[in-house]
């Protein structure tokens, strides 16, 4: 449901935050906060898809043998297993520059950016290795897929992450 709080006065004393700082800078905290855990979301969700499509293809038979002889389908899973390293290690990079105190925002924009996009394109990847049965609901990778989407906007979007990253090299960006 909706609330709406019209002339609401709040005493001095029950107001959250330090009135001296800005909101936005309080909000831009959080999200850095929020996006690395995306990241870590992310490496799950590809190593899930990785799992369940390995699993599929080993066990699915066509013309013969498992589905995993085709090169098509060992370059799908090859893919997702480079993606699966590559978050992981941008992960581990991440955190290890935020326990040594350096972590920037670019640098944690690129890391949300890029393991966001690469889970959307590991979920439909392992979605269509288990062919027709990729696209129903009893199937993770289906489901993950749905999930990925929305983080892609969840804790700014792909393009704010790119605007952030932009910032970060000096571009001029529009206001």
């Not at 855990?37 to 992310?42: G, I, P, T, Y």
């Not at 944690?108 to 590991?122: N, R």
């Not at 439909?124 to 609901?137: E, F, K, P, S």
Request: aromatic share 6%; with cysteine; hydrophobic share 45%.
């Amino acid at each position: 449901g909706e609330i709406f709080l019209d002339d609401v006065r709040v005493p001095r004393s029950h107001l959250l935050g330090d009135p001296a700082r800005p909101a936005r800078d309080a909000a831009e905290g959080t999200l850095v906060a929020e996006r690395a855990a995306v990241v870590a979301m992310c490496l799950g969700v590809i190593e899930r898809c990785l799992d369940d499509a390995t699993a599929y293809a080993v066990e699915r038979r066509q013309f013969g043998k498992p589905i995993a002889a085709f090169q098509l389908i060992q370059q799908k899973l090859a893919r997702m297993y480079t993606a699966r390293q590559n978050v992981r290690n941008l992960l581990f990079k991440l955190l290890w520059m935020q326990r040594g105190g350096n972590a920037r925002e670019a640098d944690v924009s690129a890391a949300k950016w890029y393991s966001t996009e690469t889970a959307c394109e590991v979920a439909l990847d392992a979605m269509q290795v288990l062919g027709g049965a990729g696209y129903t609901r009893e199937h993770a990778p289906e489901r993950l897929f749905r999930d990925m989407k929305l983080w892609t906007v969840g804790g700014g979007t792909s393009e704010i992450q790119r605007l952030v990253i932009a910032r970060a090299l000096g571009l001029p960006v529009e206001t």
